[in-house]
Nanobody, 119 residues
Framework: QVQLVESGGGLVQAGGSLRLSCAASGRISSIGAMRWYRQAPGKQRELVAGITSRGGTNYGDSVKGRFTISRDNAKNTVYLQLNSLEPGDTAVYYC?????????????WGQGTQVTVSS
């Protein structure tokens, strides 16, 4: 069974840092783009950052210059370094990946990890 498992969330003061990890496991032939989304209470889910299999990255406007996405293809893992955190970054962060199971690329989601930033 293919799955994504996030870790690294928690409670941090404004200005602090966190590092989120998302590991893919199961019968995976290859992984395409990997992304982090977030959803705050009462708001729509928004794209935070994405990274292609070759390392190309893109970021949401609100996190540019503060967050950094990276991946370790050997470990099937994507990371999100969150620096200079603000209360507005409080949300559940979800990992998303397109993974090839030998037949087709399918879209997978992790269960989410809570990030809470106190002022």
């Amino acid at each position: 069974q293919v799955q994504l498992v996030e870790s690294g969330g928690g409670l941090v003061q404004a200005g602090g840092s966190l590092r989120l990890s998302c590991a893919a496991s199961g019968r995976i032939s290859s992984i395409g783009a990997m992304r982090w989304y977030r959803q705050a209470p009462g708001k729509q889910r928004e794209l935070v950052a994405g990274i292609t299999s070759r390392g190309g990255t893109n970021y949401g406007d609100s996190v540019k210059g503060r967050f950094t996405i990276s991946r370790d293809n050997a470990k099937n893992t994507v990371y999100l370094q969150l620096n200079s955190l603000e209360p507005g970054d409080t949300a559940v962060y979800y990992c998303n990946a397109a993974m090839y199971n030998g037949v087709a690329f399918l879209d997978y989601w992790g269960q989410g990890t809570q990030v809470t930033v106190s002022s």
